[in-house]
């Protein structure tokens, strides 16, 4: 992809984004949503997330896409870490210590 | 007006939300660092990497962009899947905007860019709160979170410049996400939801890099499906 293009990709998102969070703050604040939409945004952030997360851990493409149970451990541990501490700094912090630490102990 | 030691209610909810910052710079700092480092890494170069943080200033999508970009995905597969990650943000704007009702044009469309997970998430606690000015302190949380997380993003840039991709950046971006996943599995159709849109990423395999889309979507119709058969139960 060519420079032009990836400029005028980040400009695309950068105005839908901008759009999208001033849907209702910037233009419509008298607008609802119907309730089929409302209810079906709740879902999105599980849902992408978890989407995102999945193929990185089960199928990444550092081990060529086999499944690594490792990786699966480190994750789960990250998983508890988040869970119990509600903390991205820890979360990452400790997923990657585990992930070399234990590493280097593979080795 | 009242004023406590000089200052009036508005700047004290101003001083306020940035206070409400500090607190959140520890999620806020690692995870810019990880945002720019992924855009380098992914080949993005360093004035695009700066140009994609504030314009669009949404860090889960920079990442998501950078990923697809260096995995050769088309430009409209990028933009849709990079916009689906945003569309919380659809969520939050429905949720305050009957609290910006009053304020100028200009005001709103910069809340509007401004807007985050904690930002809204604060604003939020602090209406429930029956808290003041809760515009002005959104203004503070929004205005004291943006400076750092540019600043951690520039941090980033200059660590993915410098620092060979053997680190495993994959690795870290996948645990900001974890990080992310886990306080939004607040009850059991989202967690199915998540565990739907996770096995039908990793399952089905479609051109365009079209997995996170159709994943994300077969989660949310396992999500309301849930939601609907849990109100039915319980005879709501």
Redesign the interface.
């Known amino acids: 992809m060519d420079k032009f293009e990836i400029w005028s990709l980040i400009v695309a998102l950068a105005f839908a984004t901008l759009a999208t969070k001033g849907l209702f703050i910037g233009l419509w604040s008298h607008f609802d949503l119907p309730p089929i939409l409302k209810q079906g945004l709740r879902y999105v952030s599980p849902a992408v997330f978890a989407a995102i997360i999945a193929p990185q851990l089960l199928t990444p493409v550092a081990t060529g896409g086999h499944l690594d149970p490792f990786r699966v451990l480190v994750a789960v541990f990250a998983f508890a870490v988040a869970w119990v501490t509600r903390s991205t700094m820890l979360t990452v912090v400790l997923g990657m210590a585990a992930f070399w630490g234990g590493g280097a102990l593979q080795v | 007006m009242k004023r406590v030691f000089g200052l009036s209610a508005s700047r004290i909810a101003f001083l306020e939300g940035i206070r409400a910052t500090f607190p959140l710079l520890?999620?806020i700092?690692?995870?810019g660092m990880?945002c720019g480092a992924s855009a380098v890494a992914a080949g993005?170069d360093v004035q695009?990497a700066i140009?994609?943080s504030w314009?669009?200033?949404?860090g889960?999508?920079q990442i998501?962009?950078a990923q697809l970009?260096s995995q050769g995905a088309p430009?409209w597969a990028?933009?849709l899947t990079?916009?689906?990650?945003?569309?919380?943000?659809?969520?939050?704007?429905?949720a305050?905007?009957?609290h910006?009702?009053g304020e100028t044009?200009t005001c709103?469309?910069w809340?509007?860019?401004l807007?985050t997970d904690q930002s809204f998430a604060l604003m939020l606690a602090r209406i429930r709160g029956g808290q003041p000015y809760p515009v002005v302190f959104f203004f503070g949380v929004a205005i004291g979170s943006w400076l750092p997380w540019q600043m951690a993003i520039l941090a980033g840039i200059l660590f993915g410049v410098l620092v060979p991709s053997s680190w495993?950046m994959?690795?870290?971006?996948?645990?900001?996400?974890?990080?992310?996943?886990?306080?939004?599995?607040s009850d059991r159709?989202?967690?199915l939801?998540?565990?739907?849109?996770?096995?039908?990423?990793?399952l089905i395999d479609l051109p365009f890099k079209l997995?996170?889309l159709a994943?994300?979507?077969?989660?949310?119709a396992?999500?309301?499906l849930a939601?609907k058969w849990i109100s039915s139960k319980s005879g709501a």
Request: hydrophobic share 65%; charged share 5%.
């Open positions: 520890m999620g700092v690692p995870f990880v993005l695009q140009t994609l314009m669009v200033f949404a889960s999508s998501v962009f970009l430009a990028i933009l990079a916009w689906i990650v945003n569309l919380r943000f659809l969520m939050y704007s429905a305050l905007a009957p910006f009702r044009e709103r469309w809340a509007a860019y807007l495993s994959d690795f870290t971006v996948a645990l900001t996400f974890i990080a992310f996943l886990v306080p939004v599995l159709p989202k967690v939801a998540a565990l739907v849109g996770g096995v039908v990423c990793v997995n996170i994943a994300t979507l077969s989660g949310i396992a999500g309301l939601g």
